[in-house]
């Protein structure tokens, strides 16, 4: 992903952290003003949403050359899985929280229905979030097909927590104003449902710091046998002088070095290159960015095309 490609990447990225954490506080301030426990753990899911998204930027190519441009900066490599730790400590802790205390609220019987403005901040909240999320796949689409479909995957559950606590609290709304007292118990409810995922999330960030560091390792030769033989089977790439593949969490980035006919255009070199990304990120859902640099073909002396003009010293290959 070259520089003009990955800022839009970028800044969508750090909108979308930008749009949850205001939300997790906006929730969250609505919830703890209007007595809304299933508000409040939405709020801390949207809290989570930002910090799975923070981590998993600090894993990303671009940010990690941004990192190491000097040697002061590469330290701050090692921070990164100190910082997902963090967060996910807190994220868990918050959920625990917030699944005991939905837990005490139901086991004792009292419950306070929310005010109508939580009713009114979940559908707010669920309009923007599904407004960004539009902006954020059109984009991320735009880059990599196979990284908008873990994207569509996070945002279904983030759908999903959101649906329960409207359910929740307008569950509990609606028993109030029906004086129906069985209602009131949907939103600790939801609010325990809720934070059972806040949990699970917070224990993903957790296996994501921990398995996926950001020195990332280098696969095993075996396993970039199946993206060389894939680029290989591109039309117009002669030969694969080099492919290395790198952990980025759950997902992989592969950088491959390709040799072509040095009689095209530099159009045609691109347009080959661009076709062996497309194929590799289309066949390998795990494959997130792909790099590649093409480099004309050169067979070295003795070896010459027959097909090489008599007055020109450039090797090719007939494609």
């Given at each position: ?314 090797p090719t290959l007939i494609q």
């Amino acid at each position: 992903m070259n520089h003009e490609q990955s800022f839009p990447y970028q800044s969508t990225a750090w909108l979308s952290i930008a749009n949850n954490v205001l939300l997790a506080l906006f929730k969250g301030a609505i919830g703890l003003i209007f007595d809304s426990q299933a508000l409040l753990a939405n709020a801390l899911y949207s809290a989570s949403d930002a910090a799975s998204e923070v981590t998993e930027k600090m894993q990303l190519p671009w940010f990690r050359r941004r990192q190491t441009t000097d040697k002061e900066n590469v330290r701050r490599e090692t921070n990164g899985p100190l910082i997902a730790t963090l967060f996910s400590v807190l994220i868990l802790l918050g959920g625990l929280q917030m699944t005991i205390s939905s837990v005490v609220t139901i086991s004792k019987g009292e419950i306070t229905p929310p005010g109508y403005l939580a009713g009114v901040a979940i559908v707010i909240s669920i309009a923007l979030k599904e407004v960004l999320f539009q902006y954020q796949y059109r984009q991320y689409h735009k880059q990599n097909a196979a990284g908008s479909r873990s994207f569509i995957e996070l945002h279904r559950y983030s759908l999903y927590s959101s649906v329960i606590v409207l359910l929740g609290v307008f569950g509990a709304m609606t028993g109030q104003a029906l004086q129906i007292s069985a209602m009131l118990y949907l939103d600790p409810v939801a609010a325990f449902i809720v934070s059972i995922m806040v949990l699970w999330r917070g224990y993903r960030i957790v296996q994501g710091s921990i398995y996926s560091p950001l020195l990332t390792q280098q696969l095993q030769e075996e396993d970039t046998s199946d993206f060389m033989e894939t680029v290989q089977r591109v039309h117009g790439v002669i030969m694969v002088d080099d492919i290395k593949a790198q952990e980025q969490g759950h997902y992989v980035t592969v950088v491959a070095r390709i040799s072509v006919n040095p009689r095209i255009s530099v159009m045609e070199a691109n347009d080959i290159a661009n076709r062996a990304k497309v194929l590799l990120l289309h066949r390998f859902s795990h494959v997130r960015d792909v790099s590649i640099q093409v480099q004309p073909y050169d067979p070295g002396y003795p070896y010459k095309s027959n097909h090489t003009e008599s007055d020109s010293d450039l090797p090719t290959l007939i494609q």
